[in-house]
């Protein structure tokens, strides 16, 4: 069983997830912010892992805080799930058009957290959340997850189908990386390790 549950409570944040690897997509998802929920929503359904996410925050100040929090405890869940990670590809990449706009994600979790964003958006809101927040997110998922995580996109004039399809592209990449290949016989690693 590939499942993982944490909570992380400080000042600013409260942030409870759970997190089967091995799920089927099914997904609870609340935070204070609509539109982060529904993105977060798209890492469940397009990865196909099961995830239960109950997020506070002080989004009356920002959305900052709950963001970054968020995707640095759903990257901590996967990190815990894939335990010392023997047997996964550990590699996942994604290539997503969502109409206009075009995104790559390439990740590689090999425990050493390296976060690159060609992505350059600009200062604007899709509903209630910071559009420069999506980069927040997926810099938190990369220290959590303990991997290189490289965002880069290739086009796009819409924020929303940029940012979504963003969260789509991780979701397919995470599920390539984290799948098992009977190829392989232990770590996939010449150093014997993917953890720090």
């Keep these: 069983m590939r499942v993982a549950q944490l909570r992380r409570e400080t000042k600013e944040t409260t942030i409870d ?5 091995d799920g089927r997509g099914a997904h ?6 609509p539109f982060l929920t529904h993105m977060v929503e798209q890492l469940s359904r397009h990865g196909l892992f099961d995830l239960t996410v109950r997020a506070t925050g002080d989004v009356e100040i920002d959305g900052h805080h709950t963001t970054e929090d968020l995707g640095f405890v759903i990257g901590q869940c996967v990190a815990k799930a894939l335990g010392d990670r023997a047997g996964i590809r550990r590699y996942g990449w994604a290539l997503l058009p969502m109409d206009e706009a075009r995104v790559a994600v390439t990740l590689d979790l090999c425990g050493r957290p390296f976060f690159v964003w060609e992505a350059a958006l600009p200062k604007a809101k899709i509903g209630d959340f910071d559009v420069e927040l999506a980069e927040v ?7 959590g997850a303990m991997c290189n995580l490289h965002v880069v996109k ?14 789509k592209a991780l979701a397919k990449a995470l599920e390539a990386a984290t799948r098992f290949d009977p190829r392989v016989s232990g770590v996939p690693s010449t150093k014997g390790t993917l953890t720090a």
Excluded: M, Q, S, Y
Aim: avoid cysteine.
């Design 137 to 143: 997110f997926f810099e938190g998922f990369a220290r």
């Design 17 to 21: 997830v759970t997190l089967d690897l």
């Design 154 to 167: 290739e086009r796009g004039e819409n924020l929303h189908h940029i940012v979504e399809v963003t969260f």
């Design 28 to 33: 609870d998802v609340k935070t204070p912010l």
